[in-house]
T-cell receptor
Framework: ETGVTQSPTHLIKTRGQQVTLRCSSQSGHNTVSWYQQALGQGPQFIFQYYREEENGRGNFPPRFSGLQFPNYSSELNVNALELDDSALYLC????????????FGPGTRLLVL | AQSVTQPDIHITVSEGASLELRCNYSYGATPYLFWYVQSPGQGLQLLLKYFSGDTLVQGIKGFEAEFKRSQSSFNLRKPSVHWSDAAEYFCAVGAGGYGNKLVFGAGTILRVKS
């Protein structure tokens, strides 16, 4: 069984640029959630996708957007990058039921200069 | 709104000693509770979870946690810590229903002295 994978592992961007992060969900999982983990903090929920539609969103501005594809993989897009967007971005896959465990990928470390 | 408090930012224990990491949550209904562990540069690994039933939950790597509704707590314990347990530990509460968002605490960094 393949776990959750994310790409790239590290990324450096400059302020104002745009970035796309990718996530492949674990086999059999149809729900993908994205979290932002700033240095020294716990992960914060960005949004969740189920069957290619956004299914819940945290307190993040619209410049954070996402997609889910028919194979349940997902992308996180961030436009107009700000210095505070520097963080570890974690993807988690699960079944849709709230009792389903979320399995996390290794994350993408984004540095905005 | 849900929230999670982990009062201890850092904890240092000696190898072989017992461990308790504290977690308090705020949630109106019956919570779904989780403990995850994160090693440096890694993602999160689930240690254990509580949905209902027996309030003492067993997890992987010898960890257990006890749900106490009266104290709004879900503390993580291990009777004998190993050097490989050094990591950061996160408590999380699930909102339940669809749109299954997890709300995490700020984490506790565990250091193990040999």
């Amino acid at each position: 069984e393949t776990g959750v994978t994310q790409s790239p592992t590290h990324l450096i961007k400059t302020r104002g640029q745009q970035v796309t992060l990718r996530c492949s969900s674990q086999s059999g999982h149809n729900t993908v959630s994205w979290y932002q983990q700033a240095l020294g903090q716990g992960p914060q929920f960005i949004f969740q996708y189920y069957r290619e539609e956004e299914n819940g969103r945290g307190n993040f501005p619209p410049r954070f957007s996402g997609l889910q594809f028919p194979n349940y993989s997902s992308e996180l897009n961030v436009n107009a990058l700000e210095l505070d967007d520097s963080a570890l971005y974690l993807c988690a896959s699960s079944g849709r039921d709230s009792k389903e465990t979320q399995y996390f990928g290794p994350g993408t470390r984004l540095l905005v200069l | 709104a849900q929230s999670v408090t982990q009062p201890d930012i850092h904890i240092t224990v000696s190898e072989g000693a017992s461990l308790e990491l504290r977690c308090n949550y705020s949630y109106g209904a019956t919570p779904y509770l989780f403990w995850y562990v994160q090693s440096p540069g890694q993602g999160l690994q689930l240690l254990l979870k509580y949905f209902s039933g027996d309030t003492l939950v067993q997890g992987i790597k010898g960890f257990e946690a006890e749900f106490k509704r009266s104290q709004s707590s879900f503390n993580l314990r291990k009777p004998s810590v190993h050097w490989s347990d050094a990591a950061e530990y996160f408590c999380a509460v699930g909102a339940g229903g669809y749109g299954n968002k997890l709300v995490f605490g700020a984490g506790t960094i565990l250091r193990v002295k040999s």
